[in-house]
């Protein structure tokens, strides 16, 4: 058992890391470039914060955290999300001081205490961007088109945009009521955790992926009836400036994403090549949650994304990423007397940023030689007692096995020269 993973968690092998470095340059160069300030908050934190945050209603507060209690008996949970913990710290530094309108992003690990299947992790990766502070349909279109450039920019192609209002405290009630109507009579076809929520919270009916639900759901009245003037012409005005930026975008009145915060505008991206669990992002207006945890009435819009959800329509597109590009130079010895010199030599290159490496297992030449082809290394410095004596090295190029003997002076600006030219 010692050497076995939780389950619902996964390593990210030396083999896979250029996929992760990748996408988190890119996250942090595009919205750096739409004025995102990257902040990081802590794993956990108290339990309250979620609940209020999220919702109770909402799986994720009722089934899915991953709550415990420290020393003292407080409450704490890990987080399940990124936008309640930024808000708090957002509030706690009254960072609206700065600005009014407070940019931020974060990447990092989520938890959810799910039931482990295809595609989901009880740890994973997330990234998201939250504007606290404007009331206006431009920022949403900014945060939408924010997140579509960092999949442009990823190189991710087939993905679609699916928008929706889901009201205010003004217009939702009435859509609630008629809702509830609707499935009262149906409420025997509904599966049982739908049939909890119509208690809770009807609106999560409409997500249900059950098919049993979908039937049911398919008939239902649509909110576009029943939204307030005010949220119909911010979901106007928001279509108006995503069509002048040629964002192209498909409505869906069954959007209404998992938590209960969300106000007015709901989008989700979806990749067309994942199964059934295809959305690779999805974010929307939230107008009540710093509010609700304790700050004055303040408007807000963000987007979260699951990283792992992107590598993997990466890995399935095929898209190729910059990688490690190895180790340049191995400081081979023909005896433990030159082992001093050669960890000196080393240094030195790794300090002009040549990345260097050389044998720690007191192995033979022979097999120093083997270990750097099998490192791919262009170029292998030999030290033997002669050459030292004379204050010189033999320098081989593994491409043509060509060697050299030159001065110890010389082996930095040679290598320079050599390996630097090649970038
Ligand atoms: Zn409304
Ligand atoms: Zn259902």
């Not at 913990?85 to 938890?111: C, D, Q, W």
């Amino acid at each position: 058992m010692l050497a076995r993973l939780p389950k619902g968690t996964s390593d990210i092998l030396p083999s896979q890391i250029d996929y992760w470095y990748y996408l988190e340059n890119i996250i942090k160069k595009v919205l750096q470039n739409y004025g995102y300030r990257e902040i990081r908050t802590p794993a956990f934190e108290h339990t309250e914060l979620f609940v209020r945050g999220i919702g109770e209603a909402t799986d994720i507060a009722q089934k899915e955290m991953f709550t415990f209690q420290d020393r003292k008996g407080r409450s704490l949970t890990l987080r399940p999300e990124g936008t309640a913990p930024v808000v708090r710290a957002y509030l706690e530094h009254n960072l609206s001081r700065e600005n009014p309108l407070t940019k931020l992003f974060y990447i990092g690990s989520m938890f959810r205490c799910e039931k482990p299947q295809a595609g989901r992790y009880r740890q994973f990766n997330q990234f998201g961007a939250e504007a606290i502070g404007s009331p206006l349909p431009i920022i949403d279109a900014e945060i939408i088109a924010s997140s579509l450039a960092v999949y442009r920019q990823l190189g991710l192609t087939d993905l679609k945009l699916m928008l929706n209002s889901v009201g205010c405290r003004e217009c939702r009630p009435q859509y609630l009521k008629v809702l509830k109507d609707y499935f009262r009579e149906k409420k025997d076809l509904l599966c049982a955790d739908c049939k909890q929520r119509y208690e809770q919270n009807p609106l999560r009916i409409l997500d249900c992926k059950k098919e049993q639900c979908r039937i049911v759901i398919k008939e239902c009245p649509s909110i576009f009836d029943y939204l307030c003037t005010d949220c119909a012409n911010h979901f106007n005005t928001l279509k108006y400036y995503l069509d002048s930026i040629g964002i192209t975008y498909q409505i869906n009145p069954l959007l209404v994403r998992g938590l209960d915060y969300y106000t007015k505008t709901a989008f989700e991206i979806v990749s067309q090549q994942l199964g059934a669990q295809n959305a690779v992002g999805g974010g929307g207006r939230y107008d009540y949650l710093v509010e609700e945890l304790g700050g004055k009435p303040t408007p807000a819009v963000g987007f979260a994304a699951g990283i792992e959800r992107i590598i993997e329509t990466m890995v399935k597109q095929n898209i190729k990423v910059p990688v490690w590009d190895g180790i340049k130079v191995f400081v081979a010895v023909t005896g433990q007397e030159q082992i001093i010199t050669a960890l000196s030599i080393a240094n030195q290159l790794r300090e002009k940023g040549i990345s260097s490496e050389m044998d720690f297992l007191g192995k033979s030449l022979k097999s120093q030689m083997r270990t750097a082809n099998k490192l791919l290394v262009p170029y292998v410095l030999i030290l033997g007692p002669e050459e030292l004596k004379e204050e010189k090295v033999t320098i081989k190029n593994m491409a043509d096995g060509a060697q050299e003997e030159i001065s110890l002076d010389n082996v930095l600006p040679y290598l320079q020269k050599c390996i630097l030219k090649n970038r």
